[in-house]
């Protein structure tokens, strides 16, 4: 009772002499599918032509969609790059000003001289930080990217009719 269950799942697919077996597709697929292949050996060849024209413009039309993901993850990157590099200029703006606004005395305290070192330090601190933060976060993303590919190379594998009984696959490698 499972197994004709299971046999109604798939269909027998001949593709230019090679015989298998693959997941049945829903209504609407079929309904789309190209005519049964023509006793007219060139329209026939149209029909291949035709089938390989469309498998490559889905691969291409992927294979943009990510390209178009790493240039908006590459565009992050640089906006974050020109962010930490503003927080530099305005840091040192600021210690330029904090340092032209000193009263002039021939020698500081070291008391204030720690405090701006320190005032300094937590700054630049405090920037990178940000851009590590920044940088993290991107790569959390890129690492979701690649997970997400590895499965679904995975679910592709898997989804390969040989996973079946092997009873099943010798009876359609025997069909031919």
């Not at 640089?78 to 032209?100: I, Y």
Request: some cysteine; charged content about 30%; hydrophobic content about 30%.
């Amino acid at each position: 009772m499972a197994t004709s269950e299971w046999e109604d799942d798939w269909e027998l697919c001949n593709d230019d002499g090679f015989v298998y077996k693959r997941k049945k597709r829903c209504p609407d697929a079929l309904s789309a599918a190209p005519p049964p292949p023509l006793s007219d050996p060139q329209a026939e060849e149209n029909h291949r032509k035709e089938r390989k024209r469309r498998a490559l413009i889905k691969i291409k039309e992927k294979y943009q969609r990510e390209i178009d993901h790493w240039e908006h993850l590459s565009n992050t990157l640089g906006a974050l790059e020109e962010t930490a590099h503003q927080q530099q200029r305005r840091q040192q703006q600021q210690q330029e000003q904090a340092s032209s606004s000193l009263p002039l005395v021939d020698s500081p305290s070291p008391e204030f001289v720690c405090r701006t070192l320190v005032d300094e330090l937590l700054l630049q601190a405090e920037a990178q930080e940000a851009v590590i933060h920044d940088v993290s976060h991107l790569c959390d993303v890129a690492e979701a990217m690649c997970n997400v590919q590895d499965e679904q190379l995975k679910q592709s594998f898997i989804d390969l009719p040989i996973w079946g009984s092997p009873r099943e696959l010798m009876a359609s490698l025997c069909d031919e």
